[in-house]
């Protein structure tokens, strides 16, 4: 079976080889046709290659095909490589083939081309070519046309060539040969360098054009064959130079995936003469996928015929990554956009939408494409859109932000309320370029503000109910303990035997309690209402500790404990700040230490941590040895109204408000409170507070012109009391007999204003909550008449919020005073309208009374008249600061324990050539003698300062010393006078 198969294979073939020779034979034109239609006569060179006989030994022979158009050759045969090619087939230019020849021939052979090209008739040629080893061959060349182009050219030439070198020809023979040309070649030959070189420097300046273009240009014929190029588009098919590109093909180069739809294209442009535009095409390589844009057109002759295809490709890589770049933005800013609870829309310079974000869409039930490129009247119409035009116009005028409220309806009902902020954006030249409007849903907004107007509304109402309780609650509490504190004062004023005055005193003290119980209750609603306010006065911050002090060490000493006060060295003497805010702080912890401490002792320590020159922080703190604290009590230490736990309120009584009102003060006072405790070991309390810097000067001063305890004359001033209290009615009365008034009472305010009416009074004192008419309603009838210069109008009330006192001076009074009456207070009150006769205390005209004992030595009297004299003015000083003898005992004592060395520390400055700093410290000295009658410090204070102040050089340095040393004497003398007057005062 087998075999049968085999002898059938066989004998097909043999049919087939026969049928095909039988084809060849009778139908010679038929394979023509076909290699030139399909491969441009390259398969009948192909074929023609394996019937080339080897010529005899070396001899070089074979068939030759040229294309005229491309000017390609193509050579087949045998011992090409006698002509320095490798193989039996050769593939070269007209140009590369020529360079092989004799110069000699090369004119020649070329004007034979082109007569042959345009006779069309059969050639033959014979020239010389240089062989491989330097010897030249005659070749013998016949050739005849196989195809024409549309003008009748020969566009294919078919031939052959042998070599003929065995012939030997005679030089002279081709010199005569030769002859007929040469004078025509010799001038053609000049015409065509020139021609040459001149086309050589136009196809450079044509390739430097092209280089320099920004696009890729290259030309190919009909075959796809690249004709010429510039280096971009060699750079972009990956070759080194445009030279590599030429004589290739799309296949050869193979430089895009779409090599098959770019010839497609390129015979659709060749046959139907059509132009392909910007067509866009990626081409991936290794540094990643490049974008080109191509534009495709017919190349013509001279004849307008189409010959080849001309291409430009543009590299559009970047231009797309940045239009991709700026989609992923517009992208992001829309996501953006959208993604906020705005209305944001952008208008152009023309007030037409750019863009809208999605809040925008389902809030105005519009969608982008039907707004965007719309002017906004279009969008927004009627009244509101030319509103919305016209805050446009405004802005592009002014180039200022605008914002404006506004409502729309919604689909479901009801209206939304916006607040709308238009920004300008401007360009280059600082004109607006575009309008950004950000909307804000402000709807639960405007609720909620409604909602919080009626809960301000309610806790005002609240806050004014809770203020009116406070103020009923003060004027009930304090017009019984007005009577109270009035009477037992004035009781413990009389004789009393021992019991007497025992129970009175604990009266007058319980009542205090009750009345600082009232002003917790009353502070801390200040300090919740932030009304409270610091008011900050010069004060011996000594004194004052002595003072804070001297209240509890009776009470250390009735439980046994000892009490110390520690003040470091470099804690100042005279401070600014709220003395009375101080002291509440302090007695509230210092009360508290001694309360809650059974056995050890309670010590106040008192240090300067920060000096800021004109600031001080100064640290306070109270410990004890007492119960002590545990963590959970602790956390509840201030909280108002909060004792540490039951059993302490039942123990040690109190509000729970004192350490939240201390805490709350010092915070004020620009400090914090710290506090440290062990149950059963005791506590420590630390306060900071800021205070300013004072002086002696800046004290006494305010010493001097503060209220003092002494007895006023107004010299018989008519003064109506109204008062609807009888028990207040005889307080009053009692504290204002010995101020040579001349009293006249009422017990309502109608009454006082009939009174007033009928007679002339210097002053009206007016109580507030009284029956038929109120303080308030009987001042401004009274102001209808008088005004506030013509007569004053002080209230007299229980009613000690602020409220109160503005209520006052809505109302017409001058001035407020609060009950329990400070007897203080009022004197300062009636000082300021009423006139008075000042009168010194009353003491014994001789200075027995400042006698150093009590005996009636006159040596001892006459030391004192003369220590009175020459040293110190005692009665002129406590005259100065009328008649406050405790006072000025205390000035004198701060004085003299901050300046006794100034004469020594003025005798180092002068011998160190300190005179300005010793002039500045001797010119405060001076100041603060003078007002507290230090006579003989003021005198050589003086004299001291005259020589510092001369300016004479060189100066008297020995007479400045003596007066320093002067100085010092009599600062010596001053301490030794206030020594004895505080023996004598004690």
């Given at each position: 079976?087998?075999?049968?198969?085999?002898?059938?294979f066989?004998?097909?073939?043999?049919?087939?080889?026969?049928?095909?020779?039988?084809?060849?034979?009778?139908?010679?034109?038929?394979?023509?046709?076909?290699?030139?239609?399909?491969?441009?006569?390259?398969?009948?060179?192909?074929?023609?290659?394996?019937?080339?006989?080897?010529?005899?030994?070396?001899?070089?022979?074979?068939?030759?095909?040229?294309?005229?158009?491309?000017?390609?050759?193509?050579?087949?045969?045998?011992?090409?490589?006698?002509?320095?090619?490798?193989?039996?087939w050769?593939?070269?230019?007209?140009?590369?083939?020529?360079?092989?020849?004799?110069?000699?021939?090369?004119?020649?052979?070329?004007?034979?081309?082109?007569?042959?090209?345009?006779?069309q008739?059969?050639?033959?040629?014979?020239?010389?070519?240089?062989a491989?080893?330097?010897?030249?061959?005659?070749?013998?060349?016949?050739?005849?046309?196989?195809?024409?182009?549309?003008?009748?050219?020969?566009?294919?030439?078919?031939?052959?060539?042998?070599?003929?070198?065995?012939?030997?020809?005679?030089?002279?023979?081709?010199?005569?040969?030769?002859?007929?040309?040469?004078?025509?070649?010799?001038?053609?030959?000049?015409?065509?360098?020139?021609?040459?070189?001149?086309?050589?420097?136009?196809?450079?300046?044509?390739?430097?054009?092209?280089?320099?273009?920004?696009?890729?240009?290259?030309?190919?014929?009909?075959?796809?064959i690249?004709?010429g190029?510039n280096?971009?588009?060699?750079?972009?098919?990956?070759?080194?130079?445009?030279?590599?590109v030429?004589?290739?093909?799309?296949?050869?180069?193979?430089?895009?995936d779409?090599?098959?739809?770019?010839?497609?294209?390129?015979q659709?442009?060749?046959?139907?003469?059509?132009?392909l535009?910007?067509?866009?095409?990626?081409?991936?390589?290794?540094?990643?996928?490049?974008?080109?844009?191509?534009?495709?057109?017919?190349?013509?002759?001279?004849?307008?015929?189409?010959?080849?295809?001309?291409?430009?490709?543009?590299?559009i890589?970047?231009?797309?990554?940045?239009?991709?770049?700026?989609?992923?933005?517009?992208?992001?800013?829309?996501?953006?956009?959208?993604?906020?609870?705005?209305?944001?829309?952008?208008?152009?310079?023309?007030?037409?939408?750019?863009?809208?974000?999605?809040?925008?869409?389902?809030?105005?039930?519009?969608?982008?494409?039907?707004?965007?490129?719309?002017?906004?009247?279009?969008?927004?119409?009627?009244?509101?859109?030319?509103?919305?035009?016209?805050i446009?116009?405004?802005?592009?005028?002014?180039?200022?932000?605008?914002?404006?409220?506004?409502?729309?309806?919604?689909?479901?009902?009801?209206?939304?309320?916006?607040?709308?902020?238009?920004?300008?954006?401007?360009?280059?030249?600082?004109?607006?370029?575009?309008?950004?409007?950000?909307?804000?849903?402000v709807?639960?907004?405007?609720?909620?503000?409604v909602?919080?107007?009626?809960?301000?509304?309610?806790?005002?109402?609240?806050?004014?109910?809770?203020?009116?309780?406070?103020?009923?609650?003060?004027?009930?509490?304090?017009?019984?303990?007005?009577?109270?504190?009035?009477?037992?004062?004035?009781?413990?004023?009389?004789?009393?035997?021992?019991?007497?005055?025992?129970?009175?005193?604990?009266?007058?003290?319980?009542a205090?309690?009750?009345?600082?119980?009232?002003?917790?209750?009353?502070?801390?609603?200040?300090?919740?209402?932030?009304?409270?306010?610091?008011?900050?006065?010069?004060?011996?911050?000594?004194?004052?500790?002595?003072?804070?002090?001297?209240?509890?060490?009776?009470?250390?000493?009735?439980?046994h404990?000892?009490?110390?006060?520690?003040?470091?060295?470099n804690?100042?003497?005279?401070?600014?700040?709220?003395?009375?805010?101080?002291?509440?702080?302090?007695?509230?912890?210092?009360?508290?230490?001694?309360?809650?401490?059974?056995?050890?002792?309670?010590?106040?320590?008192?240090?300067?941590?920060?000096?800021?020159?004109?600031?001080?922080?100064?640290?306070?703190?109270?410990?004890?040895?007492g119960?002590?604290?545990?963590?959970?009590?602790?956390?509840?230490?201030?909280?108002?109204?909060?004792?540490?736990?039951?059993?302490?309120?039942?123990?040690?009584?109190?509000?729970?408000?004192?350490?939240?009102?201390?805490?709350?003060?010092?915070?004020?006072?620009?400090?914090?409170?710290?506090?440290?405790?062990?149950?059963?070991?005791?506590?420590?309390?630390?306060?900071?507070?800021?205070?300013?810097?004072?002086?002696?000067?800046?004290?006494?001063?305010?010493?001097?012109?503060?209220?003092?305890?002494?007895?006023?004359?107004?010299?018989?001033?008519?003064?109506?009391?109204?008062?609807?209290?009888?028990?207040?009615?005889?307080?009053?009365?009692?504290?204002?007999?010995?101020?040579?008034?001349?009293?006249v009472?009422?017990?309502?305010?109608?009454?006082a204003?009939?009174?007033?009416?009928?007679?002339?009074?210097?002053?009206?004192?007016?109580?507030?909550?009284?029956?038929?008419?109120?303080?308030?309603?009987?001042?401004?009838?009274?102001?209808?008449?008088?005004?506030?210069?013509?007569?004053?109008?002080?209230?007299?009330?229980?009613n000690a919020?602020?409220?109160?006192?503005?209520?006052?001076?809505?109302?017409?009074?001058?001035?407020?005073?609060?009950?329990?009456?400070?007897?203080?207070?009022?004197?300062?009150?009636?000082?300021?309208?009423?006139?008075?006769?000042?009168?010194?205390?009353?003491?014994?005209?001789?200075?027995?009374?400042?006698?150093?004992?009590?005996?009636?030595?006159?040596?001892?009297?006459?030391?004192?008249?003369?220590?009175?004299?020459?040293?110190?003015?005692?009665?002129?000083?406590?005259?100065?600061?009328?008649?406050r003898?405790?006072?000025?005992?205390?000035?004198?004592?701060?004085?003299?324990?901050?300046?006794?060395?100034?004469?020594?520390?003025?005798?180092?400055?002068?011998?160190?050539?300190?005179?300005?700093?010793?002039?500045?410290?001797?010119?405060?000295?001076?100041?603060?003698?003078g007002?507290?009658?230090?006579?003989?410090?003021?005198?050589?204070?003086?004299?001291?300062?005259?020589?510092?102040?001369?300016?004479?050089?060189?100066?008297?340095?020995?007479?400045?010393?003596?007066?320093?040393?002067?100085?010092?004497?009599?600062?010596?003398?001053l301490?030794?006078?206030?020594?004895?007057?505080?023996?004598?005062?004690?």
């Amino acid at each position: 079976m087998w075999l049968s198969l085999l002898g059938c294979f066989l004998l097909a073939a043999l049919v087939s080889i026969a049928l095909l020779v039988g084809a060849l034979v009778r139908w010679p034109q038929l394979w023509l046709w076909a290699s030139l239609r399909f491969s441009a006569g390259r398969w009948l060179l192909r074929f023609l290659q394996f019937f080339s006989v080897e010529g005899p030994g070396t001899r070089v022979s074979g068939y030759w095909l040229w294309h005229v158009a491309n000017r390609h050759l193509c050579l087949v045969g045998s011992n090409l490589t006698n002509l320095g090619f490798e193989g039996h087939w050769v593939e070269r230019s007209l140009d590369d083939l020529m360079a092989l020849l004799d110069s000699d021939d090369r004119v020649r052979l070329s004007q034979f081309a082109k007569a042959f090209v345009a006779r069309q008739q059969p050639v033959t040629v014979e020239f010389r070519g240089q062989a491989s080893a330097g010897v030249k061959l005659w070749l013998q060349a016949t050739g005849k046309a196989l195809a024409w182009d549309r003008q009748g050219g020969a566009s294919i030439v078919f031939g052959r060539f042998e070599e003929i070198s065995e012939r030997n020809m005679d030089p002279s023979a081709i010199a005569a040969m030769n002859a007929p040309l040469n004078e025509p070649v010799e001038l053609q030959q000049k015409v065509s360098r020139q021609v040459e070189q001149s086309a050589n420097d136009l196809k450079l300046r044509l390739q430097q054009v092209l280089d320099t273009a920004q696009v890729a240009l290259c030309w190919k014929d009909s075959a796809g064959i690249y004709l010429g190029c510039n280096q971009k588009f060699a750079d972009l098919v990956q070759e080194p130079n445009p030279e590599n590109v030429i004589g290739k093909t799309d296949m050869e180069l193979a430089w895009s995936d779409d090599v098959a739809i770019t010839i497609a294209e390129d015979q659709d442009i060749l046959h139907q003469r059509k132009t392909l535009v910007d067509k866009e095409t990626e081409l991936p390589n290794a540094a990643g996928t490049r974008f080109i844009k191509s534009h495709a057109a017919p190349l013509r002759d001279d004849s307008d015929s189409v010959i080849g295809v001309f291409r430009s490709y543009e590299d559009i890589t970047v231009r797309r990554r940045m239009e991709a770049l700026a989609h992923k933005e517009r992208q992001l800013m829309q996501e953006i956009l959208d993604s906020s609870n705005a209305m944001i829309t952008i208008v152009d310079r023309h007030y037409c939408f750019l863009r809208i974000n999605g809040y925008f869409e389902a809030t105005m039930g519009l969608k982008a494409k039907d707004v965007v490129g719309k002017h906004v009247k279009e969008v927004i119409k009627g009244p509101k859109g030319d509103l919305v035009a016209a805050i446009c116009d405004q802005i592009v005028a002014t180039g200022l932000p605008v914002t404006e409220e506004y409502s729309v309806p919604i689909e479901r009902g009801g209206r939304r309320s916006f607040i709308a902020n238009v920004t300008p954006v401007f360009d280059e030249s600082g004109k607006v370029d575009k309008l950004v409007t950000v909307s804000t849903d402000v709807t639960e907004l405007k609720m909620a503000q409604v909602e919080l107007e009626a809960s301000r509304n309610k806790a005002e109402q609240a806050a004014s109910v809770k203020s009116r309780f406070l103020a009923n609650m003060s004027h009930e509490i304090r017009t019984p303990m007005n009577a109270i504190l009035g009477f037992s004062q004035l009781a413990l004023a009389t004789s009393l035997d021992t019991k007497q005055l025992d129970y009175l005193t604990k009266i007058h003290f319980s009542a205090e309690n009750l009345l600082g119980i009232v002003n917790d209750i009353l502070d801390f609603s200040k300090i919740e209402a932030g009304k409270l306010t610091l008011e900050e006065k010069a004060f011996d911050l000594r004194v004052f500790l002595d003072n804070v002090c001297s209240i509890f060490e009776m009470k250390s000493k009735q439980k046994h404990l000892m009490f110390n006060r520690t003040i470091l060295p470099n804690t100042p003497s005279f401070i600014k700040s709220d003395a009375l805010r101080l002291h509440q702080i302090l007695v509230n912890l210092i009360g508290n230490a001694i309360k809650f401490t059974h056995t050890g002792s309670v010590t106040l320590e008192v240090r300067m941590s920060v000096d800021m020159g004109e600031r001080h922080i100064l640290r306070f703190a109270v410990v004890d040895t007492g119960v002590g604290l545990s963590e959970a009590q602790m956390a509840q230490l201030f909280v108002a109204f909060e004792q540490v736990d039951a059993g302490v309120a039942r123990q040690y009584g109190g509000t729970g408000l004192g350490l939240t009102i201390s805490r709350r003060l010092v915070e004020m006072m620009g400090g914090e409170v710290k506090v440290s405790s062990v149950l059963g070991q005791g506590s420590r309390f630390e306060f900071s507070v800021n205070v300013g810097s004072a002086s002696a000067e800046d004290v006494i001063e305010r010493a001097a012109a503060s209220v003092v305890d002494y007895v006023p004359d107004f010299q018989g001033a008519k003064l109506l009391l109204v008062e609807d209290n009888e028990v207040n009615l005889q307080v009053a009365s009692e504290i204002l007999a010995p101020f040579n008034l001349d009293i006249v009472t009422a017990c309502n305010g109608a009454e006082a204003v009939q009174k007033v009416l009928a007679r002339d009074f210097a002053l009206v004192l007016m109580d507030i909550q009284m029956p038929v008419m109120d303080g308030y309603t009987a001042t401004q009838k009274i102001r209808e008449t008088f005004s506030d210069t013509q007569l004053p109008i002080i209230g007299l009330t229980a009613n000690a919020m602020s409220e109160d006192r503005q209520a006052s001076q809505r109302a017409g009074m001058n001035a407020h005073v609060a009950k329990p009456i400070d007897v203080r207070a009022l004197v300062a009150a009636l000082r300021r309208f009423l006139p008075e006769r000042v009168r010194a205390p009353h003491r014994p005209e001789t200075p027995e009374h400042y006698s150093i004992n009590s005996g009636d030595s006159s040596n001892e009297n006459d030391r004192v008249v003369a220590l009175h004299a020459s040293t110190l003015d005692v009665d002129e000083g406590v005259l100065r600061l009328r008649g406050r003898k405790d006072r000025y005992q205390e000035l004198l004592l701060s004085f003299i324990t901050q300046y006794q060395t100034v004469g020594q520390q003025c005798i180092d400055l002068i011998a160190q050539q300190g005179f300005a700093d010793a002039k500045a410290l001797v010119h405060q000295v001076k100041g603060v003698a003078g007002n507290l009658s230090a006579k003989k410090v003021y005198e050589e204070s003086q004299a001291l300062e005259s020589l510092l102040a001369d300016s004479a050089e060189p100066r008297d340095g020995a007479q400045l010393l003596a007066q320093g040393r002067l100085l010092q004497l009599a600062l010596d003398e001053l301490a030794e006078a206030i020594d004895k007057l505080c023996r004598i005062q004690n």
